[in-house]
């Protein structure tokens, strides 16, 4: 049987991040540690969703670097009007993708590629 090991931590937040994290944690019926545990598990899966994505877009990324296009993530996520949807499901969301996009063909990734080029011009002012 193998165990687990932990490690205490102590981390210090200001009073109404802490209030904020107690509330969710209360609200999800979980340990405020449980919650916390768990929200930098999230994290740390949507940073390697990110990765990913970095990767199997490299030639996407190529073209903005280009044509002097950056889009930081959140301007992204508000663009795509997903910025409000929570983190979690996000995730689970961004998972289920990842395995659609495996199964695309170049030609399908060709018109997402073109498809998105189009988007960003148009919120860049330059599709007008």
Request: hydrophobic fraction near 40%; proline fraction near 3%.
């Amino acid at each position: 049987m193998s165990q687990k090991l932990r490690e205490k931590v102590s981390c210090y937040v200001p009073k109404d991040l802490a209030a904020h994290y107690r509330e969710r944690a209360a609200h999800e019926g979980i340990s405020l540690s449980a919650y916390l545990v768990r929200t930098l598990a999230v994290e740390d899966q949507i940073d390697e969703l990110r990765e990913w994505i970095s990767a199997r877009f490299d030639r996407l990324d190529e073209h903005f670097k280009q044509a002097a296009v950056r889009v930081p993530e959140q301007e992204l996520l508000r663009l795509a009007e997903l910025h409000d949807v929570p983190r979690d499901t996000l995730l689970a969301i961004l998972r289920d993708l990842k395995e659609e996009i495996e199964a695309m063909t170049p030609k399908q990734r060709e018109y997402y590629t073109a498809r998105g080029r189009e988007l960003l011009a148009k919120t860049n002012g330059a599709g007008k």
